[in-house]
């Protein structure tokens, strides 16, 4: 791998946590040393690989048939194919991941466009790794072939800046403010062609290790919130790291440099995840004020995240910085009674079948109206394992699953199933009834319309359906309801 002028030496895990770097900051390192080599990003049940050439993606595979090239560019309109044509190239083609040249051989791309489309392919999907905040990453280098197919060229450098000024870093924190930070790389070269010039002088400035306070006087002439900004950017696409400053004599914090085990990190994210106070602090219940805050000022001192920036276990680092914020709320808690006893209620609200459905509901709402439709329905079908047989679960789940061509005859058969059971809720027959219409069995439509009309004809979807204006401007902001309005949606 041949290495850009660097400050510092670069570090890349062969495997961890996304929560620790997040794949823009990964795509950034690995465009810095022009990587030759395989990514393999998972997040839950969904793994996409990534090839690498010289730093460039050259190809993008995934588990998910949603995500091969025929299905997306079918999908997204890329493609121009009848439904019983696609059908049968799907059935010829197989569960072959890499159909570029397929695609070239049935003539429904052209040679000199069949890179453009793969390009658009993988950048589409890395968009959406890009918002991913959990999940695991192992790197495999080496030249890989992939069997005479069309290649993409993506450099992987240049999409990691684009998508580090999109929106903040996984685990990063709300403010750089206590942030110390080091350049990766000299911005010289390939680099500097692809920053802004607030970009460029902040880099310039972090050939030493310095503090936000510090970056600020360095740069007086930058605001604040633009100096925040394009921190968080550069910091997200790689290019900015951070680094711990050397401890200062008597200013050492006594205990400071006490060995850390495995077992205590992963024994205070476990209490930090179940918002377990007393085991998060290691104090017994009951434990008076004083010695909450013994224990609080301990485990600041012992497991800040300062200390796992780098070394021996720089992995949980994302993790541990996330769960910080669980300490101080186990001050508040456990050293005054009525946090104490709010707490105690708030777990109980948690334990509550039908506010948990509702946590969950507005998750993947806000997943699908980003654009990340396969996390939301990834939302949707965790919920249900601990929510079992929620109504509205279901509904959302089926009206995802009809905004995709290849999944709308299992969306119709849950969404008709969901009728069955629940024929007293007309929003349910208007979602099969858009379902249908989507799946192009018109007739089924109608009569799914006429029922819900007869059974609710002020339900908001039933108005939708019907072309009331004010019904559908209110349905188009709903992300799972929308890509089925069809034309109505621009009546």
Known sequence: METLATLRKLTIPP????????????????????????????????????VLSGGEVVALVSNALDDRLLEWAAGSGRLD??????????????????????LVDEGLVDEADVSS????????????????????????????????????????????????????????????????????????????????GEEREVLDACRKPLRRDELAATLPDMAADD????????????????????????????GYETEVTRDEIEAFLAA????????????????????????????VRRLHPDRFLHGRY??????????????????????DPAHRRAAIRSTARRSDPELLARGYLAQARK?????????????????????????????????????????????CALLNQLAVNHPDRADILAASSLALAAAQRDDESETMRRRAWVLDPDDPTVRALEGDKKALKNARKNPFIAPLLGRRAAG
């Open 15 to 50: 495997r961890g946590r996304l929560s620790q770097h997040g794949v823009v900051g990964l795509l950034g390192l690995l465009g810095l040393v022009r990587a030759t080599g395989v990514l393999d990003v998972s997040w839950r049940r969904l793994r996409r690989r990534l």
């Open 81 to 102: 194919v009848e439904e019983a044509r696609l059908d049968e190239l799907k059935v010829r083609l197989g569960e072959a991941p890499l159909s570029g040249r397929a």
């Open 117 to 196: 489309l793969l390009a658009d392919h993988a950048r589409w999907h890395i968009r959406e790794m890009s918002g991913w905040k959990e999940g695991e990453f192992e790197i495999s280098p080496g030249s890989v072939s992939v069997n005479g197919e069309p290649t993409a060229s993506v450099p992987a450098l240049e999409l990691a800046v684009v998508l580090g000024r999109e929106s903040p870093p996984p685990g990063a924190p709300r403010s750089i403010a206590p942030l110390t930070v080091v350049a990766v790389a000299e911005s010289d070269g390939e680099i500097e062609a692809l920053l802004t």
């Open 227 to 254: 100096l925040n900004r394009v921190v968080t950017s550069l910091w997200r696409a790689g290019l900015l790291a951070g680094a711990v400053r050397p401890a200062l004599g008597d200013a050492t914090i006594a």
């Open 272 to 299: 930090a995840e179940a918002a377990d106070f007393e085991n998060l602090l290691r104090v017994p219940v009951g434990a008076d004020p004083a010695e909450v805050r013994r224990a609080y000022y301990r485990t």
């Open 314 to 335: 720089s992995e949980f680092h994302g993790e541990i910085e996330s769960a910080f914020r669980t300490v101080h709320e186990a001050l508040e808690v456990l050293s």
């Open 367 to 411: 997943a699908a109206t980003e654009g990340h439709r396969a996390d939301a329905l990834m939302l949707l079908e965790s919920a249900l394992q601990q929510v079992p047989g929620h109504v509205d679960l279901q509904l959302s789940r089926g009206l995802l699953l009809a905004g995709n061509p290849m999944r709308r005859d299992d969306a």
